[in-house]
């Protein structure tokens, strides 16, 4: 069975600053996706990345970028430029071949000013 | 179309009682997915349907859980003879298929149950 691990309960970072989430995760599957989804305090999960596991290029999306090294199943998220608005709890989440979404517990992130 | 829709937003029951909790997923989606969620931890699967048909359930959906979708459109979860252990989040989802962009998810039906 496939399992998601972030071993960082909180951090914390100064706005402005960069800071880096990590994520490991357990499959013996070639094909899969992984994502990082923010859940803000009003609690809708929001999508933040996507990386596709064939995808050698490690997936950006504005200040949000992923380090993805497939060999040592490690899926980490930086975040450049940290603004309060980042403020959340975020989710590393693996997508299997059966479809199933399994997501890690959790970093809860705090922005200082 | 303005995303996932779940209902009620809470829903406070005593333990014995039945609840039911709706999901209407974004219309052109065919996957519809249920998770719940407690405090200080992920979301957890609970079951997912295709259209229309139930693909899988996981173990934590014991007997007193039932989901249909019976339309392919919109959904239901039930909770019969609630226990506190029920008292959690329940978050829906859904997607085009595996390889679309991911879930959206709902806001989520927080239970409380007393």
């Known amino acids: 069975a496939q399992t998601v691990t972030q071993s960082q309960p909180e951090m914390s970072v100064q706005e402005a600053e960069t800071v880096t989430l990590s994520c490991t995760y357990d499959?013996?599957?070639?094909?899969?996706?992984l994502f990082w989804y923010k859940q803000p305090p009003s609690r809708q999960m929001i999508l933040v990345i996507r990386?596709?596991?064939?995808?050698?290029q490690n997936a950006t999306e504005n200040r949000f970028s992923v380090n993805f090294q497939k060999a040592a199943k490690s899926f980490s998220l930086k975040i450049s430029d940290s603004q309060l608005g980042d403020a959340a709890m975020y989710f590393c989440a693996y997508r299997s071949s059966d479809d199933k979404i399994i997501f890690g517990k959790g970093t809860r992130l705090h922005i200082l000013p | 179309d303005t995303g996932v829709s779940q209902n009620p937003r809470h829903k406070i029951t005593k333990r014995g009682q039945n609840v039911t909790f709706r999901c209407d997923p974004i219309?052109?989606?065919?996957?519809l997915y249920w998770y719940r969620q407690t405090l200080g931890q992920g979301p957890e699967f609970l079951t997912y349907f295709q259209n229309e048909a139930q693909l899988e359930k996981s173990r934590l959906l014991s007997d007193r859980f039932s989901a249909e979708r019976p339309k392919g459109s919109f959904s239901t979860l039930e909770i019969q003879r609630t226990e506190q252990g029920d008292s959690a989040m329940y978050l829906c989802?859904?997607?085009?298929?595996?390889?679309?962009?991911?879930?959206?998810f709902g806001s989520g039906t927080r239970l409380t149950v007393v």
């Open positions: 989802a859904s997607s085009p298929g595996r390889r679309g962009p991911g879930y959206t």
């Open positions: 499959t013996s599957e070639s094909d899969y996706y």
């Open positions: 990386q596709e596991a064939y995808k050698q």
């Open positions: 219309s052109e989606h065919n996957r």
